[in-house]
């Protein structure tokens, strides 16, 4: 608990808004997606819309439009083989640090335009190291922490950049 507290006080201390943004790419997610004030109905059928972390990822899905993800959550694994092109990949890293899945398996599964979520990022000084070693990994060139999720973007034609963003 005190790594959580801890934490989010650096993240207050480093985060900035929309006005600290200089990739078009990043502005347009914040702005539109991330601070939209528009209701939207849920993604998923069976989604539940009630909590600020389950709004925010239902306003990313809506703005990216997803058809096919990978769901790698501690209650349900999915097969990354039984697919084959995704839009998304969304990580609990609980169970992602604790199940040695390859990311390079899953890396070959996606394209410039898949978004990762990752989940759970500042749990716990392991999560968070595994977060720290997506954001230093050459493939994602984008990543943007909002403390809620982790993102992180296979953007080719932009330089690597992180943001750390208030929601």
């Known amino acids: 608990m005190l790594f959580q507290i801890k934490s989010?006080?650096?993240?207050?201390?480093?985060?900035?808004?929309?006005?600290?943004?200089h990739s078009p790419f990043v502005f347009l997610?914040?702005?539109?997606?991330?601070?939209?004030?528009?209701?939207?109905?849920?993604?998923?059928?069976?989604?539940?819309?009630?909590?600020?972390?389950e709004k925010?990822?239902?306003?990313?899905?809506?703005?990216?439009?997803?058809k096919e993800g990978l769901n790698f959550l501690?209650?349900?694994?999915?097969n990354a083989?039984?697919?084959?092109?995704?839009?998304f990949v969304f990580i609990d890293v609980t169970y992602f640090n604790t199940n040695t899945l390859a990311l390079d398996a899953i890396l070959d599964k996606t394209n410039?335009?898949?978004?990762?979520?990752?989940?759970?990022?500042?749990?716990?000084?392991t999560n968070n190291s595994f977060w720290k070693t997506i954001i230093q990994n050459?493939?994602?060139t984008v990543t943007i922490d909002t403390f809620i999720y982790g993102f992180a973007f296979i953007r080719k034609e932009q330089e690597k950049e992180h943001f750390v963003i208030r929601v």
């Open 112 to 125: 410039n335009d898949t978004c990762f979520i990752f989940d759970g990022i500042y749990n716990s000084s």
């Open 138 to 140: 050459s493939t994602f």
């Open 29 to 53: 997610l914040v702005t539109k997606c991330f601070y939209g004030k528009t209701e939207l109905k849920p993604y998923f059928s069976d989604f539940q819309i009630k909590k600020k972390k």
């Open 74 to 78: 501690e209650n349900k694994p999915k």
């Open 81 to 87: 083989s039984s697919v084959f092109k995704v839009d």
């Open 8 to 21: 989010y006080l650096q993240f207050l201390w480093n985060s900035k808004n929309e006005h600290g943004v």
């Open 56 to 66: 925010l990822f239902n306003r990313v899905c809506h703005y990216f439009e997803f």
